[in-house]
Every structure is written in structure tokens, then in C-alpha cells.
């Protein structure tokens, strides 16, 4: 079946540093790619998304590459700030019956940023 | 606009007693709904999603079960619940054959 798998955490960083975070999938067919973002005693919100091979998705500041060849969409911020203290998901939809999709999460890294 | 409504916002409840956590959402007809949930420390899994009313597939052995006894209604039921069963529930809704989802605000359960 579909999985992802994303770097574990906790990420600490200073402000204004460079963050990645690592993305890697496996999936049948042709899945979408997506970052969520989960802020602290909150639901989660959609920060980006790539629904084909070279797509880059882009949002307040973060990008992601939708890597066909390395199964990969890595998430990257060039300059973090406190307020992007968070827990971040990479998740991809694919298929699952004619009607419908699912959506399958990585397992999350928690990124705290420090002033 | 679509809005989607999850309550209640937090829950503790005894071991052994009953769970019903509800979803609903707002202008949009045929929704797909999901159930997720996030145990403590760990991600995000799908309990449970359904493409139509009294359409429900399950993705995990568990506890728990799911209904939709109405196109935009979502339930999240337990007759008992386990220590295990404590979690963040995340309900989310998506157009059919779409790839934008919205979740809800999430019901934060502690069984004790």
C-alpha cells in the first residue's frame, strides 16, 4: 500500500536558519504530494501542495519539489521564524475506490524554532 | 462556503464507557469524510473513510466503528472505550475524486 516517511524530530533551529525537512513516498499510480502543518493545540492546515512530477508548491516562504525520479518532496524554508514552531506532516492522495481518495500522512517532525 | 464542524472540542472519559464524536459539514452535497487519529507523540491514521451515506470502509482493526446516516453527517462511535482509544480525532472532508481536504478542529479524548 501508500506510505511516506518523513525525518523524525524534534528539529531545533535557530531563527533565520535554513530548515528541510525529508519526504520520501511510495504509491501505485500517480499520487498528489502535500504539506500540513499542525501549530500547537490546533487542527491540521494545508501549507503546500504538488499534484504532478516537477510541480513545485510554494507558501508562506516554504517550498516543495514533487520529485518523480527520487520519490521525494522535501519541504524547505530558506529563513525560519519563531511563529513556524510546528509539527509538520507530508502526506499524498491517491485513489482508492472510483470515487474517491485517501489521504496518507508521514508520521510528522516536530520543528521548534528558538529565538 | 463549506465549513466543516467537529465536536465536542475535548472529551475524558471513563474507561468502559461509551464514545460518540460528531462531524458535519456545510455547503457541499457527496462529500468524502475520514476519521483520523493522532495518538500521543505519533502521526496521522485513517480510521475510517466513506464515499456515501452508509458507505463505510475501515482501514484499521480497532475499537471503534463509523457511521453516515446522513450525506454531510459523520459519527465516531465506541459501546467501550480503552485506555488506547485516547487520541486527537481529526474529522476531514473532501470533494469526490478531489485532492483538497479540510479538517476539522479536532476532538482531543482522554480516557482515564
Known amino acids: 500500500g501508500d506510505s511516506v516517511t518523513q525525518m523524525e524530530g524534534p528539529v531545533t533551529l535557530s531563527e533565520e536558519a535554513c530548515l528541510t525537512i525529508n519526504c520520501t513516498y511510495t504509491a501505485t499510480g500517480y499520487p498528489s504530494l502535500f504539506w500540513y502543518v499542525q501549530y500547537p493545540g490546533e487542527g491540521l492546515q494545508l501549507l503546500l501542495k504538488?499534484?504532478?512530477?516537477?510541480d513545485k508548491g510554494s507558501n508562506k516562504g516554504f517550498e516543495a519539489t514533487y520529485r518523480k525520479e527520487t520519490t521525494s518532496f522535501h519541504l524547505e524554508k530558506g529563513s525560519v521564524q519563531v511563529s513556524d514552531s510546528a509539527v509538520y506532516f507530508c502526506?499524498?492522495?491517491?485513489?482508492?475506490?472510483?470515487?474517491?481518495?485517501?489521504?496518507?500522512f508521514g508520521g510528522g517532525t516536530r520543528v521548534l524554532v528558538k529565538p | 462556503s463549506q465549513t466543516i464542524h467537529q465536536w465536542p472540542a475535548t472529551l475524558v472519559q471513563p474507561v468502559g464507557s461509551p464514545l460518540s464524536l460528531e462531524c458535519t459539514v456545510e455547503?457541499?452535497?457527496?462529500?468524502?469524510l475520514y476519521w483520523y487519529r493522532q495518538a500521543a507523540g505519533r502521526g496521522l491514521q485513517l480510521l475510517f473513510y466513506s464515499i456515501g451515506i452508509d458507505q463505510i470502509s475501515s482501514e484499521v482493526p480497532q475499537n471503534l466503528s463509523a457511521s453516515r446516516p446522513q450525506d454531510r453527517q459523520f459519527i465516531l462511535s465506541s459501546k467501550k472505550l480503552l485506555l488506547s482509544d485516547s487520541g486527537f480525532y481529526l474529522c476531514?472532508?473532501?470533494?469526490?475524486?478531489?485532492?483538497?481536504?479540510?479538517f476539522g478542529s479536532g476532538t482531543r479524548l482522554t480516557v482515564v
Open positions: 502526506a499524498l492522495s491517491n485513489m482508492i475506490k472510483a470515487a474517491g481518495n485517501k489521504l496518507t
Open positions: 455547503g457541499t452535497s457527496n462529500p468524502n
Open positions: 476531514a472532508w473532501s470533494v469526490r475524486q478531489g485532492n483538497s481536504y479540510t
Open positions: 504538488a499534484t504532478k512530477a516537477d
